[in-house]
């Protein structure tokens, strides 16, 4: 089934350490997107990238580095995980040029830094 | 940079009710525009989207919204909710081309039976 897949579910991870969220899609989408999700906050934009070997910051980008080495592989890594960095990763996906496609949304990632 | 504002954080309806929720965008170009749901435990889900024509735009599930450019709004509504309507909703906004999907912070809509 098409879509797009995030691991892990969930981590509990030690504060300093560093931590990569994996994720994949394979519906050839160019474009691909990490949000995170906090309570009154709603979704922040992280990273993104809107083509295989290009990047970009969003809204809350410190702390948090991205690649994109190929089509279909987005993994965002946290260096030295702080608390504030607890929260609800999504990552998504979309079709962007004449004819864009509305995001794709993977299940998310529940990521507690204590 | 374009920006999104859902006025109401938390909504309470009974079953049957009728739904309106608000979004209001800032962007001085052309717009795309969203509705996402997400239900309890689940990731997020297009509800409807926006592109051009008919600026009344018929969802899944019962969902409808407007597009009125005058006022920058793009307002959610449904004339009966279900209890199985539970959930944060989440407008968006991309002004056409490479933009960015802009989220609003979302409004979380219980519906007692």
């Known amino acids: 089934i098409a879509g797009i897949t995030q691991a892990p579910t969930s981590q509990i991870l030690a504060a300093g350490r560093r931590m990569t969220l994996r994720c994949t899609q394979d519906?050839?989408?160019?474009?691909m997107y990490w949000y995170r999700q906090d309570l009154g906050l709603g979704l922040r934009l992280i990273h993104y990238s809107n083509t295989a070997g290009t990047t970009g910051k969003g809204e809350v980008p410190d702390g948090y580095s991205v690649s994109r080495a190929n089509t279909d592989d987005f993994p965002l890594t946290l260096a030295s995980a702080v608390p504030s960095q607890t929260s609800v990763y999504f990552c998504?996906?979309?079709?962007?040029?004449?004819?864009?496609?509305?995001?794709?949304f993977g299940n998310g990632t529940r990521l507690t830094v204590t | 940079a374009q920006s999104v504002s859902q006025h109401n954080h938390h909504v309470i309806l009974s079953e049957a009710a009728s739904l309106e929720l608000g979004c209001n965008y800032s962007y001085g170009g052309t717009v795309n525009l969203f509705w996402y749901v997400q239900y309890p435990g689940q990731h997020l889900q297009l509800l409807l989207k926006y592109f051009s024509g008919d600026p009344l735009v018929k969802g899944i599930k019962g969902f409808e919204a407007e597009f009125i450019k005058s006022k920058f709004s793009f307002n959610l509504r449904k004339p009966s909710v279900q209890w199985s309507d539970t959930a944060e909703y989440f407008c968006a906004v991309q002004g056409t081309g490479f933009q960015k999907l802009v989220f609003g912070t979302g409004t979380r809509l219980l519906v007692s039976p």
């Open positions: 998504a996906s979309r079709r962007q040029g004449a004819i864009s496609s509305p995001l794709h």
């Open positions: 519906m050839r989408h160019n474009a």
